[in-house]
């Protein structure tokens, strides 16, 4: 591997690693928002809070998977 490929390998890691803390911190604070508004959610707030905890849950493991695909193969 070339000193050009090093640097976008640790350019990708690094946006990766910022989006997963991103979406890791967005599902985190889904899961508060429930936790705190308990029963004054209506039941299409819940779900619809439950949905983008669990987008934010895939989109966190994405860049996750991304790049530890990205060092295993380098």
């Not at 989109?59 to 380098?74: C, H, W």
């Amino acid at each position: 591997m070339g000193l050009k490929d090093a640097i976008t390998n640790a350019v990708e890691n690094v946006k990766d690693t910022v989006n997963q803390g991103r979406h890791g911190a967005a599902a985190d604070a889904e899961q508060t928002k429930r936790d705190v508004a308990g029963d004054q959610m209506t039941v299409g707030e819940n779900v619809g809070s439950m949905f983008n905890q669990a987008k934010n849950s895939v989109q966190a493991d994405t860049s996750e998977a991304k790049r530890e695909a990205r060092n295993t193969t380098t």
